[in-house]
């Protein structure tokens, strides 16, 4: 897929937005949706997408959704820091397959990363379990 990828409704993430697939939210208003990775590179690696632009990546999101999005971005990855208090935090956001994106709907990853702790590549990680999960989407939030 390129950077020219028309969007597919059926992306995993447009699913998770209508209610298809669970996931485990973080936050969410009428644009913004924050939730967990199921598949995490570290404790309290999180995604936060745009529910309403069909973006499949940074070049085609226009200028005020994208401002939404990072803004949220910023917002949690506050309450990550809070919340979790780990040593860095990365921010990290792929555009086209070559460049390693997976899913083609713009997303945002925030990655705790904590030193002497090991984190896993991007598409490397294994599920994580769902308690663990909404243990760790409950603290964030509450940090909100």
Sequence with gaps: MSLKTQYDNGNIFAKIIR?????????EDDNILAFMDAFP?????????????????????????????????????RAVNAALQPDGIRVAQFNGAP????????????????????TSQHGESKASDPEMLQATAERIHQAL
């Design 19 to 27: 209610g298809d697939i669970p996931s485990t939210k973080i936050f």
């Design 41 to 77: 590179q570290s404790l309290g690696h999180c995604l936060v997408i745009h529910k309403t632009a069909t973006a499949t990546n940074i070049l085609d999101i226009e200028t005020a959704d994208l401002n939404k999005v990072t803004s949220a971005v910023q917002k949690l990855a």
């Design 99 to 118: 460049a390693g994106q997976t899913v083609f709907h713009l997303h945002f990853h925030i990655i705790p990363i904590y030193e002497n702790m090991d």
